[in-house]
């Protein structure tokens, strides 16, 4: 499969090839951008005297930003020889703490934000500096499909990579994803509660207003790991049994294809003889007997993992709150 590149990438080839518009009156069809690891690749590009454009290239990833159009404006400054890179429009902004960007600054990654300055500075010399503004036109737009609003990103998408080379069908996009949420609730200091889906969260919030859930879709593996990383003790797992029940069952990924489905082992854990297609079968017809599942989760999770208290709420498809692991008195997880 082919692989593709990130937008931190196609910022820095497109700020690369403004710059050198600049300097050097050059006007390429395209730009070798140098990438983290010191490798080079060679981007087309289209470029003018206000600025260049690169279309993002995800290769067979299916990346929300394939096909958008990533700009850069450098603007040459004499009085100051540092690099400065700014979001224009269709970059989101920082508005909540725990990224790798300060609240108030444009959501440009780190990693990107060095990409852009090194290719700049390739091409405009040590002796001089820069402002270099990134924009993209239908970042706006496109943002409604990331988590970015989740995130606390308003206004646009974030420019982001760590190897500049998007790999085909990666997970590793989530996996960024998930850690982001968890670092975001933990700088403002709220509980973790974990649900696989919006359905989940919905749920949640009719039970507890106003709490804040990490979407893990069934990536638990590693959104558990993350935690125990980050060293947090306490959490809340909130979901459909169909789903939590294969963390009882070891199955960290839930995917149908990584992990078998879960009747089977609910009606053995509730002591249930009859045959039943799904899980929520059990739910609609046994619905005040879902306690011991809740309670198994949490203790797999715990031991598994090492935390010191694990709360499950197990919800029905119709949001019914089926069974608490700590029904007594849950605290404040």
């Known amino acids: 499969m082919r692989k593709g590149f990130t937008t931190g990438t196609a910022a820095a080839a497109a700020a690369r090839a403004h710059a050198r518009f600049i300097i050097h009156q050059l006007h390429d069809d395209y730009v070798d951008v140098m990438l983290p690891d010191g490798k080079t690749l ?7 005297l206000h600025g260049a454009m690169v279309i993002k290239d995800a290769g067979d990833d299916p990346d929300v930003t394939h096909g958008a159009a990533i700009r850069a404006r450098v603007e040459l400054r004499e009085d100051d020889a540092g690099i400065h890179v700014v979001g224009g429009e269709g970059v989101g902004v920082v508005t909540r703490p725990g990224l790798q960007v300060p609240v108030g600054q444009a959501a440009i990654n780190p990693v990107p934000r060095a990409m852009i300055e090194a290719n700049v500075r390739a091409e405009i010399g040590a002796d001089r500096g820069a402002v270099v503004t990134i924009s993209v036109p239908d970042g706006k737009r496109l943002a409604e499909r990331t988590f970015n609003a989740r995130l606390g990103i308003e206004g646009g998408i974030s420019i982001i990579g760590t190897t500049g080379i998007v790999e085909p069908m990666s997970v590793q996009a989530l996996v960024d994803t998930i850690r982001c949420e968890i670092d975001v609730q933990l700088a403002e200091g709220h509980p973790i509660t974990l649900v696989p889906g919006k359905i989940g969260e919905k749920y949640l919030q009719v039970l507890r207003p106003g709490t804040g859930a990490v979407l893990v879709s069934n990536a638990f593996d590693e959104a558990l790991a993350y935690l125990r990383q980050r060293r947090v003790e306490k959490l809340t797992i909130a979901g459909h ?8 069952m070891g199955c960290y990924n839930t995917h149908s294809g990584a992990s078998p489905q879960a009747q089977d082992f609910v009606a053995g854990t509730l002591g249930l003889t009859e045959t039943f297609n799904t899980v929520e ?13 809740a309670g198994r989760i949490a203790e797999r999770v715990q031991a598994d993992y090492g935390f010191a208290r ?3 709420l197990l919800f029905d498809m119709q ?13 404040d997880l």
């Open 319 to 331: 949001g019914a709150l089926l069974a608490s692991s700590l029904p007594t008195n849950p605290g």
């Open 42 to 48: 060679g981007i087309s590009v289209v470029c003018g």
């Open 310 to 312: 694990v709360e499950v």
């Open 241 to 248: 049994p169909g789903k939590l029940a294969k963390l009882a």
């Open 281 to 293: 079968e059990i739910c609609q017809r046994h619905p005040a007997v879902f306690a011991s599942v």
